[in-house]
T-cell receptor, first 114, second 112 residues
């Protein structure tokens, strides 16, 4: 079946511009996660959605970062007024629901802020 | 969350077994041990997970120490496609935090 998809696969933007990154989770998965991975580094948790519960935003690095999810489907991560340090691969994952379930990752969006 | 410790890198020869160690001395009774791997330029992918007993699947085996303070991921016959960063992660069943906490992992190189 279809896995997690993300778009765009690559994004180049200028400092100060806003960007939107999209994630389509696996159908039926109630949990959705966003992570960030800087070059040569491990994954940093950003935000977690579980069903209709309030999202866990504890990993968002600043108020320039926000994310939305409509029901149990698509999620959008928005970065406002991008900075060069926002350059990274942004990874989305989904899981069947409970906190210990396997997470399935998308291929990521490579963001470069010039 | 309990922390895991892994070697930064390991090397293996193709078609030989690989044992990737992970220490988690502060593991709690409800922590599951997960292994993910990340191939170059790809998102992480699930490999295996376990709680107390050893586990086998088509990708690998997971050997868990009796005291659960360490575990070993076993690739029975390494191939060039197994070259990746391998992450050992603890995830608490029923915990309020859904995200996985990735450390730096072990970078596995496989030589032909």
């Amino acid at each position: 079946g279809a896995g997690v998809s993300q778009s765009p696969s690559n994004k180049v933007t200028e400092k100060g511009k806003d960007v939107e990154l999209r994630c389509d989770p696996i159908s039926g998965h109630t949990a959705l996660y966003w992570y960030r991975q800087r070059l040569g580094q491990g994954l940093e948790f950003l935000i977690y959605f579980q069903g209709n519960s309030a999202p866990d935003k504890s990993g968002l690095p600043s108020d320039r970062f926000s994310a939305e999810r409509t029901g149990e489907s698509v999620s959008t991560l928005t970065i406002q007024r991008t900075q060069q340090e926002d350059s990274a691969v942004y990874l989305c994952a989904s899981s069947a629901g409970t906190t210990w379930q396997t997470q399935y990752f998308g291929p990521g969006t490579r963001l470069l802020v010039l | 969350d309990a922390k895991t410790t892994q070697p930064n890198s390991m090397e293996s020869n193709e078609e030989e077994p690989v044992h990737l160690p992970c220490n988690h001395s502060t593991i709690s009774g409800t922590d599951y041990i997960h292994w993910y791997r990340q191939l170059p330029s790809q998102g992480p992918e699930y490999v295996i997970h376990g709680l107390t007993s050893n586990v086998n699947n088509r990708m690998a085996s997971l050997a868990i120490a009796e005291d659960r303070k360490s575990s070993t991921l076993i690739l029975h016959r390494a191939t060039l496609r197994d070259a990746a960063v391998y992450y050992c992660i603890l995830s608490r069943y029923g915990g309020s935090q859904g995200n996985l906490i990735f450390g730096k992992g072990t970078k596995l190189s496989v030589k032909p």
